[in-house]
């Protein structure tokens, strides 16, 4: 496709899935754990949302926002002296949203085996400008048939975010009309 393909209304040219790929790294430490130690849930899900951000940021070429996380799945336990790499990209974009996709990988202090996957999620980040309000992105451009499936997988469950929004809302809405809510 040509670059003018990738412009947006506002004229912006899209960006390429693999102009903002990142990749972050971390060793855990025993200030990272919980009773069990293994690491804390939320020390992965900070990492997940800070290279997530540098995604969202890059391609939007200024401040982004965390406005969701969809489906923080836990796969291993993470543990002392574990290097975790989490590697995030931005799966699909609106107006002004992004998707992005992240994969935490874990290599063993102890073992000489590969890094494995321990967890994943879905984030969904605003671009915002200095006012904190709504400002357009450019456009993603899949590249791979893996950046193909995983934006149209995003269109998915923008869709179903939507959706469980609106179903909320009109069971509030029916509550509080109902008089059974304030």
Do not use: C
Request: no cysteine; glycine share 8%; net charge neutral.
């Amino acid at each position: 496709m040509t670059e003018q393909a990738h412009r947006t209304e506002e004229g912006i040219t899209g960006k390429p899935t693999a102009a903002s790929r990142t990749t972050l790294s971390h060793i855990m430490t025993g200030n990272d754990t919980n009773l069990l130690g293994t690491v804390h849930g939320g020390v992965i899900m900070k990492l997940v949302d800070d290279a997530a951000g540098a995604v969202a940021g890059r391609h939007s070429g200024g401040p982004a926002v965390t406005a969701s996380m969809d489906e923080m799945v836990f796969l291993e336990p993470v543990r002392v002296g574990d290097l975790v790499h989490v590697r995030a990209q931005v799966n699909w974009t609106g107006r002004s949203s992004m998707e992005v996709g992240v994969r935490v990988m874990a290599e063993r202090w102890n073992e000489s085996t590969p890094a494995q996957q321990v967890g994943s999620a879905y984030l969904v980040f605003a671009a915002v400008d200095e006012d904190g309000r709504p400002r357009p992105v450019p456009p993603v451009v899949p590249e791979t048939e893996r950046d193909k499936r995983r934006y149209q997988e995003a269109q998915i469950r923008r869709t179903h975010r939507l959706a469980r929004r609106r179903a909320i809302k009109e069971l509030r809405d029916k509550r509080v009309a109902d008089g059974l809510e304030d």
